[in-house]
């Protein structure tokens, strides 16, 4: 049976993103800390970065906190604001350009487990 679990904003560590310049994540929950099924991270998109295209191995949900940012999917971009979710099915070419002048924020679930990402540029 898996234990209930507070983890405290302070104690997150962010890591850069080796895939991207000015994309940093920090994992809030997975199942190093006992959470059965999903993985929850935070992402901080810095004004002025990119990340490339890619795809992923597993879907990826995500929630806007803060800022505006283009997300790419597949062939069409969309303007994200906070309060906006998006769905990306395994699979799926996407990428994210910020272009203003604050940084982004969103937390992205995922499934537990190896989530291998390929670069396509």
């Known amino acids: 049976m898996t234990e209930p679990l507070l983890r405290r904003g302070a104690d997150l560590e962010y890591e850069t993103v ?16 006992g959470a059965p099924t999903f993985a929850i991270r935070r992402f901080v998109l810095e004004s002025g970065a990119e990340v490339p295209k890619h795809t992923n191995d597993v879907e990826h949900e995500q929630y806007v906190l803060a800022g505006e940012y283009t997300v790419g999917l597949e062939d069409e971009e969309y303007e994200v604001e906070a309060g906006d979710s998006l769905l990306i099915p395994a699979g799926t070419v996407h990428w994210y350009r910020n272009e ?9 679930a995922v499934p537990n487990g190896d989530d291998e990402i390929e670069l396509l540029e």
């Open 18 to 33: 080796e895939a991207a310049d000015g994309l940093e994540k920090a994992v809030l929950l997975n199942d190093d800390h």
């Open 100 to 108: 203003s002048d604050r940084p982004g924020a969103f937390i992205c």
